[in-house]
């Protein structure tokens, strides 16, 4: 009975919510945001559980756009113009690809994602629509840290925290990268926030989020929290109440977690005597001769048995990609790997340059946090990312989108052009439904 009122809500919610999608086609980005993230027709058991409610919500969105007003442009830097290179370049290996039937099922994943990250980069055009995203993803991930965190608490750390099942963080190690992420954006939720009750509870969140990723016992997530964590300590405002908070929850957590917890960790240090680990390495191996072989690499999904027995060292030790980076290696091959990395590299270039134009100008000290923990959570994506495969992870594109507006915002108001408040491009002031921020 529990789950049929979870479908009857969730499907209730979602077509309520589109007529007013198609007069404010934001509101669709965050309801596209929300189903994408936390998946809530995934916490049923009935007819909503693979109701596609995200491509209902993502057609309407678009048809809202283009009955819309306001301006419909692309804000043009290089992190679009990169993104839209490795889209035709996916392209291309699709129609080579090794194995095209499940190459153009990986296609035709990756293009919706690369089409919702431009036509959220055209809506979310000012502070409070960009505000209101940033909580939405935070909260809608934060709810399975959340869980997980006490999960973890209730079972002594004894067993591992998985995400949604069906979904892009339905396994361990996919769900503690995702917290990861996560976690930077909770901090700036919190600190655009004046309201004490909820930056404490974003605190315990943050806290139970790093638990969950603990708990996940993935030892990659482990090096991308420790990586993590001193970034989010660095690029804070309130620097050393910060560190306070870390210095006395992370012995706390590290203490709690069973003895079968610290033998999977220190299994990290002698790599070579673990066969899972040998086996992501037998993986990467595979990847690189095939890139080798091939210029377009495999195509999507090329990590299949047929592939291991011609490029692997050892060809019946098969295993999925287990790196963003092998992952891009194998499917689209070096120049692909080469576009991938350019646009991570360019998305922590424009980080640095909007903490540094934003630093000491009060009416940009929001832009200042985003771009600061937009940073920590990229951060978090490149070092967990070399031992997990979530390359086209939805809330990576996102990101460099959130990256991208805070950029442009921050130029035009440098150049006079807009207040910090204001649209990218000119666009109806939208008020903020979610917390008081600072003026």
């Known amino acids: 009975m529990a789950f049929a009122l979870r479908d009857v809500l969730v499907t209730l919610v979602v077509f309520a919510g589109l007529p007013f999608i198609l007069r404010r086609p934001m509101i669709g980005i965050l309801m596209w945001a929300w189903l994408g993230y936390m ?44 993104i839209l290179i490795f889209t035709f370049w996916m392209f291309l290996t699709t129609t080579v690809a090794l194995y095209p039937e499940s190459a153009w099922v990986g296609w035709n994943k990756i293009w919706k994602i690369i089409l919702m990250t431009f036509v959220s980069m055209m809506i979310m055009t000012n502070r409070e629509r960009i505000q209101a995203w940033v909580w939405v993803i935070a909260l809608s991930l934060g709810f399975y840290g959340f869980k997980g965190g006490v999960f973890t608490l ?54 139970l989020c790093l638990l969950a990723v603990v708990g996940t016992q993935s030892r990659g997530a482990f090096l991308g929290v420790a990586a993590m964590t001193l970034y989010l300590v660095r690029n804070s405002r309130h ?52 890139a080798s072989d091939r210029f377009f690499g495999g ?26 980076y092998f992952e891009v290696l194998g499917e689209h091959g070096f120049v692909g790997l080469a576009i991938f990395l350019a646009i991570g590299f360019s998305a922590c270039r424009s980080c640095v340059w909007i903490m540094r134009h934003t630093k000491d100008k009060e009416q940009l000290k929001w832009i200042y ?71």
């Open 239 to 290: 620097k050393w109440a910060m560190f306070a908070s870390l210095i006395l929850a992370l012995p706390a957590i590290y203490f709690f977690m069973p003895e079968s917890w610290h033998e999977r960790m220190s299994s990290i240090t002698h790599y070579h005597e673990d066969s899972s680990a040998m086996g992501r390495i037998n993986s990467w191996m595979m990847a690189f001769h095939l």
């Open 369 to 439: 946090d985003l771009g600061a923990m937009l940073q920590v959570s990229l951060l978090g994506y490149a070092v967990s990312g070399a031992f997990l495969g979530l390359a086209y992870f939805d809330l990576y594109y996102n990101l460099i989108a959130l990256i991208v507006l805070a950029k442009t915002i921050t130029r035009k108001t440098l150049a006079g052009e807009v207040s910090a408040g204001t649209e990218v491009q000119s666009a109806p002031a939208v008020r903020s439904f979610i917390v008081k921020t600072r003026t």
């Open 154 to 207: 209730l079972t002594g750390g004894g067993y591992h925290v998985y995400g949604p099942v069906g979904t892009f963080i339905g396994g361990n190690n996919e769900v503690g990268l995702a917290l990861i992420m996560t976690i930077p954006l909770l901090r700036y939720c919190q600190l655009s926030t004046e309201k004490v009750w909820v930056k404490r509870l974003l605190l315990a969140g943050m806290v």
């Open 39 to 82: 998946n809530p027709h995934k916490l049923s058991w009935g007819f909503a559980h693979d109701m596609p409610f995200a491509q209902l919500i993502a057609l309407t969105t678009m048809v809202g756009l283009l009955i819309s007003r306001e301006a419909k442009k692309i804000p043009w830097t290089r992190e679009t113009i990169l």
């Open 299 to 324: 195509g999507f999904d090329c990590f299949k048995p047929a592939s291991f027995a011609i490029y692997a060292p050892s060809p019946l030790d098969v295993h999925d990609a287990h790196s963003i």
